[in-house]
């Protein structure tokens, strides 16, 4: 072979070697800066999730002073200052919407603890049932024997730990109140359809509301029913009280709130009549203790949330009771 041709091929694979490397380093340098801009984007989306983080607790705490600074904490309804959403933008312009639910509003699931202390009118159970039924859930039988043995104390009753180890991973019933209403996906009969909002495919479901409207969890043991206000109770809540033939009762309860806030629960005693006295005492209040606070802070697409449920005493003094994040 001519050494001419020798070199020429030499200097040829050369020429590839040197390309095929500047290839290689080239790439080198370009996954280099791709991966520089994605720890400088990840950096920046940290530092804003921290700052949002830090806006929605703010928004927390300027919720809580609100709630704190009510001049008639022994009286609570809907027009109170506390009641009204908030929406502000802070100095760094984060946007955070600010929300005070009053959940004394609701029927507590956790009420199904307690059993039945002598004769009455209406159980938590009934009160249950019936609010269920107006909910949109129109079996709820067997569901609510399910909650009623998950929450009491005892191991007595169909749905208790051995039906649970029987399913797919097996766990155990919880026989304590419940902690937070997610938790009521594992009780039997409970699933997430359940809880999505009705379409108005019918006439049973125009008229229903939804479960999570009309119930709460408060993750408290109690030897008692925690009370549901009259003042912010929604008409199904108080039928379901009062019970589903008891719908002129209902009617003067809500008349006799449009005219201004109750502030003793003395009218609805009037109104109900003496076979529902034990009702009002048992179950109904004119102030609320538990109150949701919902903070949500936004900024360049990104988002926190946080929740936490307040508890206010008969003093106005507020503890946190539980934080959601």
Known sequence: MPKTFQRARVRGSTLVLVL????????????????????????RQALTQLALHQAAAEGIRTAL????????????????????PQLVTNPVGIVVAV?????????????????????????????????MNLSGDYAPVERLAALGDWVDADANGLWETPFYRQQSPGYEAANRPLYTLSELLHVQGFSRDLF????????FTRAATNLLENFTVVPLPRDRPVRINANTASREVLLALAGVDQ????????????????????????A???????????????????FRVESVAVQHEQAERITALARRDENGALAIVQWLF
């Open 65 to 84: 002073l609100r709630l704190a600074a009510d001049d008639e904490p022994t009286v609570d309804h809907l027009r109170k200052p506390w009641a009204q």
């Open 20 to 43: 095929v490397l500047a290839a290689v380093l080239t790439s080198l340098v370009l996954f280099a800066q791709w991966q520089a801009r994605r720890e400088l984007v990840a950096s």
């Open 99 to 131: 929300r005070i639910t009053d959940e004394n509003r609701c029927f507590d699931w956790n009420n199904l603890a307690i059993p039945p202390l002598g004769p009455q009118s209406r159980s938590a159970s009934d009160v249950a049932l019936d609010l």
């Open 196 to 203: 999505r909002p009705h379409t108005g495919e019918t006439a």
């Open 272 to 290: 109900v009549g003496p076979a529902l006295q034990d009702v009002v005492e048992r179950f109904l209040d004119v102030r609320s203790l538990y």
């Open 247 to 270: 719908a002129g009762v209902v009617m003067q309860v809500l008349a006799l709130r449009e005219s201004g806030p109750l502030r003793s629960l003395q009218p609805v005693r009037r």
